[in-house]
């Protein structure tokens, strides 16, 4: 397999879990919004690297925090990663907001697994992202706002 880029290396920039006082693990399903902000710039000097920064939140909906997912989370982390060759900013950008993107979110999620597996409710899962699904809506020119109120099954 031809391998166009490679992650170099990742940090946690900030990480909150909060617990949510009023989440009631008794009912069936939990509903909240997930929003992700992404940033990705190229190196200054070598065009072949570029950062990736993920902001991940997951906040209850109004009014419904009984309902919500057991932690209100906030992360955010940077991913250096290189292209084996100079390849046009806009292709570079392209395959970082789907492959990369998906890479830091899964290093995200395992943190914030690790995190929570300690904590009051246990171990909590980030819900799942569709990179291809965001990218389609930046072009399109809608808001990049991640997919809302995914539901999820007692943790």
Known sequence: MNRVF???RYQIESVAVVLNESYDAKLPSH???VSVKMTIAPHKEDPTRYLLS???FVRPK???EKAFFPYNIAIKG???FVFKDNCPKDQAKHVLSLNGASILHGLLRAQVAQITA???HGQFLLP???FVEM???QQAGKPTKASKGKEHAKP
Do not use: P, W
């Open 118 to 120: 300690q904590s009051v």
């Open 135 to 137: 990218a389609q809506s």
């Open 54 to 56: 993920l902001e991940l």
């Open 31 to 33: 509903a909240g919004d």
């Open 6 to 8: 490679r992650l170099d």
């Open 62 to 64: 109004k009014d419904h």
């Open 128 to 130: 799942t992202m569709n």
């Open 78 to 80: 940077r991913a250096f």
